[in-house]
């Protein structure tokens, strides 16, 4: 998972809260980030439907779609196309004599499928709306996101 995620759904929960079209350089501002990055984000999440966008030089911008807080994180992984873990390296060698070295990617790529798998079914659980709640309810660190 790469720091997009992150923008989705600050991007997603900021917009489920302010409930009107904004622009992407306030959505920018809020999130510290450029424009141009939320731009490419909402692209992807605006072509899932998991947000709406409005052109215009004055009034376009972004908006939740009406029922935003009910949006899944799984839904925004989805979107993104992305991945929990997605690792750039694979250790060892599969022409290699050693069966460590040669059996090494196979079974981490192993762990790692069962961990995309418990984290999208984990995120499934989490909507727009919780993460809100967790915000307004005395922050993060004190109100769980799921029980």
């Known amino acids: 998972?790469?720091?997009?995620?992150?923008?989705?759904v600050h991007a997603l929960v900021f917009l489920y809260h302010r409930r009107e079209t904004l622009a992407s350089d306030i959505?920018?501002?809020?999130?510290?980030?450029?424009?141009?990055?939320?731009?490419?984000?909402?692209?992807?999440?605006?072509?899932?439907?998991?947000?709406?966008?409005?052109e215009g030089k004055f009034d376009?911008?972004?908006?939740?779609?009406?029922?935003?807080?009910?949006?899944?994180?799984?839904?925004?992984l989805e979107a993104l196309g992305e991945r929990c873990i997605s690792?750039?390296?694979?250790?060892?060698?599969?022409e290699a004599d050693c069966l460590i070295s040669s059996g090494m990617a196979a079974a981490l790529d192993d762990i790692y499928?069962?961990?995309?798998e418990a984290c999208r079914e984990k995120l499934s659980g989490i909507t727009?709306?919780?993460?809100?709640?967790?915000i307004f309810l005395g922050g993060a660190r004190n109100a769980p996101l799921t029980p």
Do not use: H, Q
Request: net charge positive; hydrophobic share 40%; proline share 6%.
């Open 1 to 8: 998972m790469n720091g997009d995620f992150a923008v989705a």
């Open 27 to 54: 959505l920018a501002d809020n999130i510290c980030t450029n424009p141009v990055r939320v731009r490419k984000v909402m692209a992807k999440l605006r072509k899932a439907g998991l947000a709406e966008a409005r």
């Open 60 to 76: 376009g911008g972004y908006r939740a779609r009406p029922d935003g807080g009910d949006i899944r994180l799984s839904e925004v």
């Open 87 to 94: 690792p750039v390296w694979r250790p060892g060698g599969e």
């Open 113 to 116: 499928g069962t961990l995309n």
């Open 128 to 134: 727009v709306a919780d993460v809100a709640r967790s």
